[in-house]
């Protein structure tokens, strides 16, 4: 079992920039996938951004441009780091791992940007 725990999210303004972190209780090689979903209020939850291998990783279309994922595996963790935020990016922000057989997800952090 693994525990995975963000941080890092908050209140900002539009344009403003926020860095989430995700610290996994153990190694992340294994996983497949590792990255950030995130789920706005009343919506369902959605990709923003995942690695799909220890180098490679994918962007939602709203994300690409103004975030970058990036990893520390000595540090089994993944970021986020968010520039240009905007009012639709708000939500809470969750991150993932997926093995073969496996899915963790964390408790999720809270960003909100205002207007």
Same mark, same amino acid.
């Given at each position: 079992? /693994? ?13 403003? @920039? ?10 992340? &090689?294994? &996983?497949?996938? $590792? ?12 990709? /923003?951004?995942? &690695?799909?291998? @220890?180098?490679?990783?994918? =962007? ?6 103004? &975030? ?13 780091? $968010? ?10 922000? =969750? ?15 809270? /960003?909100? /940007?205002?207007?």
């Amino acid at each position: 079992q /693994v525990q995975l725990v963000e941080s890092g999210g908050g209140l900002v303004q539009a344009g403003g @920039s926020l860095r989430l972190s995700c610290a996994a209780s153990g190694s992340i &090689f294994a &996983f497949n996938r $590792m990255g950030w979903y995130r789920q706005a209020p009343g919506k369902q939850r959605e990709l /923003v951004a995942t &690695f799909t291998s @220890s180098t490679s990783a994918i =962007y939602a279309d709203s994300a690409k441009g103004r &975030f970058t994922i990036s990893r520390d595996n000595a540090k089994n963790a993944v970021y986020l780091q $968010m520039n240009s935020l905007k009012p639709e990016d708000t939500g809470v922000y =969750y991150c993932n791992a997926k093995g073969d057989w496996t899915d963790y997800w964390g408790q999720g952090t809270q /960003v909100t /940007v205002s207007s």
